[in-house]
């Protein structure tokens, strides 16, 4: 059961045989930032989350300016990007929280069971 106002984690991916991602999404099924690996199938995908939800204080934050008035978030394990933000923000403060929130959700989020299959290019690279 998904307590409200908790964030949950979904899985997705195009097609049953095609590479899995995650995306965290809060208590109003907003998206708050996404994996940014893809993987060959959902367990590999579930085994990477609960390690990040179990060495959450392991992860370096990081804040980047990502055009001319506009910053985005990545969480980083060494030179590797783990997570990063789902889009820009205006302000650095707001990029701050929004990042700040995103590690707290994670940590005691539920990693949903199905796969949302999808072909929308918002979540491709």
């Avoid at 997705?12 to 996404?34: C, K, M």
């Avoid at 060494?78 to 707290?104: K, L, N, P, T, W």
């Amino acid at each position: 059961m998904t307590v409200i106002g908790a964030g949950h984690v979904q899985l997705f991916a195009e097609t049953d045989h095609d590479v899995v991602r995650w995306r965290l999404l809060g208590g109003n099924n907003r998206e708050l930032g996404r994996g940014r690996e893809s993987f060959a199938d959902p367990e590999s995908c579930w085994l990477v989350i609960k390690q990040l939800q179990t060495d959450a204080d392991d992860v370096q934050p990081t804040i980047r300016r990502v055009g001319s008035h506009s910053w985005s978030w990545q969480l980083m394990r060494g030179d590797d990007v783990i997570a990063e933000s789902s889009h820009a923000y205006d302000r650095r403060i707001r990029c701050e929280q929004a990042m700040a929130h995103f590690a707290a959700q994670l940590r005691d989020a539920v990693i949903s069971p199905e796969i949302l299959l999808t072909h929308a290019r918002r979540w491709q690279r």
